[in-house]
């Protein structure tokens, strides 16, 4: 794939289009500044950043339409679908794989307007939020009535609930409280053809196959979120913090497992490697680092607490206390030294990737063998976090200064998606497809697989209006 296919593109909606989505949601929330085009060009994918440093930017829209509520949304999409414009959905913009930029031009729809927290359902433990309320904003309509979603991305404070829901979204306490397609019970979702479907939320049903899973990762090709219905978890009374070093990935990954496999639950549980301990956690050298946070009721968490130390330090741990996590915990947030390495020159990512426990060591040593091979890496590195009984999310982190920054960038990924399918692991497991992974999808799914998708994505959008090239989409 050339990386800069859609560089300089710009889309053009018609002007009867325009003008009729202005009458369905007022003229003030239709923007074709160049401000906003540019604005909305681009989402996370750190090597579109990369690039529009030097002024390549991606397909530029036509316009930019930010509705309020469904309604608006189904007349927009009618609209699209009569004048064949292509509409890319865009939360606030955190994606890293290129799954909010519209590729073909036309239509932004920026649903940063439906931001509302809707009701809280005590009894049930569930609460109601539109599709487009920023992470931190909802956490906050939570905690002061008492409660916690339980899904605390990096992304926080810069994506939404849709955003989350469109890529199969994992948090950073994730081995407690689940992953977003555990969180969700019911959503509305206004369909391609301007049609709104609800699914009502329950516990669970048994009514065929599930509505959910088409919009649990659709990424915005087979419908837009606009409501969801989420379950909730009270405020924790007692938390739990320890860390513990060890000699190596494979010790470290070994014990998670025990652990887990004794039924323990820690909201977070991450291995960092040596690389990773030593910029972070600067006094420990030449060891791997373990984090654990446990947190509830509080004979339960005293309990999980003293299982997982046992376990630990029968396994060559050596305690290291609190404040590694405490570290952790102020730094989750800074994704800054990302953007400094590209002003520098530098080419920086992140991939994460997911497989079994018996394949988690070997996928690990293979993927950081394969990347620091390339020509011009200058780091590569990796921790483990979202944890499963079965296996584990791995991420690493490149970065390089490169003479050919295209190339290396492709190859870096290529060398990664290969070691990763080398070892039964899954190409993506929580950040989704986007426009940049898609290129793996034969080799992830099959071509029975990808097959199934395109007839999916013919059947519910026969005009691809929505997001166009992303996920599975034509080319």
């Given at each position: ?337 990302g953007p400094i390495i590209m002003q520098q020159g530098g080419i920086v990512d992140t991939i994460e990737v997911v497989s079994l426990f018996k394949d988690a060591a070997n996928l690990y040593n293979d993927m950081v063998s394969a990347m620091r091979a390339m020509e011009g890496a200058i780091s590569v ?95």
């Amino acid at each position: 794939m050339n990386v800069e296919t859609f560089m300089s593109k710009r889309g053009e909606a018609p002007s009867r289009f325009i003008e009729k989505v202005k009458g369905a949601v007022g003229e003030e929330n239709i923007s074709q500044s160049e401000c906003d085009l540019i604005s909305y060009s681009l989402d996370y994918w750190l090597y579109g950043v990369f690039l529009s440093q030097y002024g390549k930017l991606p397909s530029l829209p036509s316009v930019v339409i930010s509705p309020k509520n469904s309604q608006e949304i189904q007349s927009i999409l009618k609209y699209a679908n009569e004048y064949k414009v292509h509409i890319t959905p865009f939360g606030a913009g955190s994606g890293v794989l290129g799954g909010a930029i519209p590729i073909e031009g036309d239509a932004v729809l920026n649903l940063q307007r439906m931001n509302k927290f809707i009701s809280l359902d005590e009894t049930s433990l569930v609460a109601e939020f539109e599709g487009g309320i920023i992470g931190a904003n909802l956490e906050r309509e939570l905690n002061h009535r008492g409660y916690s979603m339980g899904s605390i991305p990096q992304s926080l404070h810069c994506s939404t609930l849709g955003g989350w829901i469109s890529t199969r979204a994992v948090g950073q306490f994730s081995t407690k409280y689940g992953k977003i397609e555990d969180m969700v019970l019911g959503m509305e979702v206004v369909l391609p053809d301007g049609n709104l479907l609800n699914i009502k939320p329950v516990p669970r049903r048994s009514t065929g196959p599930s509505l959910k899973e088409l919009f649990l990762g659709g990424e915005g090709t087979l419908g837009i979120v606009t409501k969801a219905v989420v379950s909730v978890h009270p405020l924790p009374e007692r938390t739990i913090k320890q860390s513990f070093a060890f000699p190596s990935v494979e010790v470290a990954l070994d014990v998670v497992r025990k652990i887990l496999r004794g039924d323990a639950k820690p909201a977070v549980v991450r291995i960092f490697d040596e690389p990773e301990t030593a910029r972070y956690f600067g006094q420990i050298k030449n060891k791997v680092t373990i984090i654990f946070i446990s947190e509830g009721e509080t004979d339960f968490v005293e309990l999980e607490g003293r299982l997982i130390k046992r376990i630990a330090e029968e396994n060559g741990g050596e305690t290291t206390g609190e404040k590694l996590v405490d570290i952790w915990l102020e730094k989750r947030f800074d994704i800054g030294l990302g953007p400094i390495i590209m002003q520098q020159g530098g080419i920086v990512d992140t991939i994460e990737v997911v497989s079994l426990f018996k394949d988690a060591a070997n996928l690990y040593n293979d993927m950081v063998s394969a990347m620091r091979a390339m020509e011009g890496a200058i780091s590569v590195s990796g921790h483990y976090s979202h944890f499963y009984r079965e296996g584990a999310c791995l991420y690493i982190t490149f970065a390089g200064f490169p003479k050919d920054p295209s190339r290396y960038y492709k190859d870096t990924w290529t060398a990664a998606m290969e070691a990763t399918l080398k070892n039964n692991g899954s190409i993506s497991h929580h950040h989704g497809i986007g426009f940049w992974r898609k290129d793996f999808m034969q080799e992830e799914l099959g071509p029975h697989g990808v097959e199934l998708l395109q007839k999916i994505k013919l059947a519910l959008d026969p005009n691809g209006i929505l997001n166009k090239g992303k996920l599975i989409d034509g080319k």
